[in-house]
């Protein structure tokens, strides 16, 4: 049984050098309003998806939090099931934290953005504003819009006319992007707010490209100016870089090796790392695209593409003083992220020396596909709690019938009749929703891996008559059959979800982009 850390223990641990990881197992919207500085957000109900790649080593010193240490008692004893060996809890949540005077935070990614704003400061890196941006595509300024978000943002929106490149791109394709340009055009990089837009531009400003800008603000900015952003853009496509390209990448990444302390692993190395990965803390990143990273890469590595690496660097590296070796196919982009790693404060960063093919020509072999990410526990759940179809479960609806993912999921689309009881609170609430453990029972979600995990657990609570719903709310509406939206039967505002990009209204907009650049007053000369 998990044994609980002390506030002060705690903050010793930070202090220290030994490697560990806070966890705090709130829901998003929770984590976003108040948090430990340092600390990392896996929701509980993600603890059997993430954690494998979050903490890879179970032998590393796991402590636990939510806001009164119910929750994260509830947590520890998932993760010491999956076979994690040092856990503790936080004793009295940051409830206790707070009353023993130690500080809090609030926001995202809080780490990356900080540091984001902070090279804005230090680095004089130049910014647009939306209005200026505005009137000089209105007067047929020679301009391309380069958007640093991924893919997938980019197609749901954009700032019109803009063409994606992810942020950890840019170094590789922007020798090509500029040599078919005019001389005289601008150069805008962007994101959905500030981080990714700076830290892109920052790329191109020392790499000594011209007459470049970041958007201020990027598309939010943009939408608060009063105006409309594409939505179903899809410039996605990224040529294959150039040799003369490639040349100025690789040039660019030694520069950077040099002056930032990046250390490279040969192949020997690398594999020396790999064989001790059941004694240490280490992570293995591959940073280039979703697609180069399917047709082949490290057995062992983690897909996590480079702009985001750097946006989220407390979700990459959970386990603080931990190793972290990036990997591209050659040194530019891996060498990139872990520049920006080392600029971060990371001091075990590393880039693998020529990545893929150097392992491909020492005679390693390539692992081909995106991984089927399944929970822990998924299979064995699937084999202990009752499947039943879409049609089986219209057919012949339970007495009850719940949906156990985010509030957000649920007012998208839910079984009509079925009532919210999220996976994190299953156990507290479930005995106000479902307070006679004979009544049939049928646990929903969004895919079908939730329902069936908390399949297991009403179990556990001597619920007797459980069942899920087979591939979940994709399934039901697959099956083309009625759904209810909205926030039915849910008394209370949840708390759960954080809004983001054009989902917030106006005030939230304003809110975020003053909070996020204001991250960055402590760094102006004088302050």
């Known amino acids: 049984m998990a044994g609980k850390i002390a506030p002060e223990a705690l903050k010793g641990l930070f202090d220290g050098t030994a490697p560990f990881a806070l966890i705090d197992v709130r829901e998003a919207g929770e ?160 994101c959905a707010g500030r981080t990714r837009s700076i830290i892109g531009t920052r790329v191109l400003q020392r790499m000594g490209i011209p007459r470049v800008f970041g958007l201020k603000n990027g598309t939010s900015g943009w939408v608060l100016a009063g105006h409309r952003l594409e939505t179903g853009a899809d410039r996605v496509e990224l040529p294959v870089p150039s040799p003369e390209g490639v040349a100025a990448a690789e040039a660019y990444a030694a520069r950077l090796a040099a002056e930032d302390g990046v250390r490279s692993l040969d192949i020997a190395a690398l594999k020396s790392a790999l064989s001790r990965r059941g004694e240490e803390p280490l992570y293995l990143i591959d940073v280039r695209t979703a697609e180069e990273y399917a047709a082949g890469h490290i057995p062992g590595f983690r897909w996590f593409p480079g702009g985001q690496a750097v946006q989220r660097s407390d979700d990459v590296a959970v386990v603080k003083n931990s190793r972290i070796v990036f990997a591209c196919d050659g040194k530019a982009r891996a060498t990139l992220v872990a520049s920006w790693y080392r600029q971060m404060g990371f001091r075990e960063v590393f880039a693998v020396d020529g990545g893929t093919t150097a392992w491909v020509a020492s005679g390693g072999s390539l692992e081909k596909g995106l991984p089927d990410e399944v929970p822990v526990g998924y299979h064995e759940a699937r084999g202990t709690v009752k499947s039943i179809s879409p049609r089986e479960l219209q057919a012949s609806p339970p007495a009850a019938v719940i949906f156990v993912d985010t509030s957000q999921d649920f007012a998208r689309g839910h079984v009509p009749g079925a009532r919210w009881v999220p996976r994190g609170w299953l156990e507290f609430w479930i005995g106000d929703i479902v307070p006679s453990k004979s009544r049939p029972v049928t646990v929903t979600c969004v895919d079908g891996r939730a329902a069936a995990l908390a399949g297991v657990t009403l179990k556990e609570l001597g619920y007797q008559n459980v069942s899920a719903l087979d591939g979940g709310m994709a399934a039901w509406q697959q099956a083309g059959l009625p759904v209810e939206k909205g926030l039915s039967g849910v008394m209370a505002p949840p708390t759960d979800v954080v809004p983001a990009g054009p989902d917030r209204n106006f005030a939230d907009m304003q809110n975020y982009l003053r909070w996020e650049e204001a991250l960055g007053q402590k760094y102006h000369p004088g302050r």
């Open 31 to 190: 984590y976003n309003s108040s948090h430990i500085p340092g600390a990392s957000l896996i929701a509980r109900r993600q603890l059997e998806l993430q954690m494998p790649h979050a903490v890879p080593f179970k032998g590393t010193r796991v402590v636990v939090c939510d806001d009164d240490g119910r929750r994260a008692g509830l947590a520890a004893a998932t993760l010491e099931r999956m076979g994690y060996r040092q856990v503790s809890v936080l004793d009295g949540g940051i409830n206790r934290w707070v009353t023993d005077e130690f500080s809090t935070e609030w926001g995202m990614n809080v780490p990356s953005k900080d540091f984001g704003e902070k090279v804005e400061v230090v680095h004089h890196v130049p910014e647009i504003e939306a209005k200026e941006l505005a009137a000089r595509i209105q007067s047929g300024e020679k301009l391309v819009i380069l958007d640093t978000r991924t893919p997938e943002e980019f197609r749901r929106f954009c700032i019109p006319g803009g063409r994606s490149v992810p942020g950890g791109e840019l170094a590789l394709r922007i020798t090509d992007i500029a040599r078919s340009l005019d001389a005289d055009t601008t150069i805008i990089v962007n």
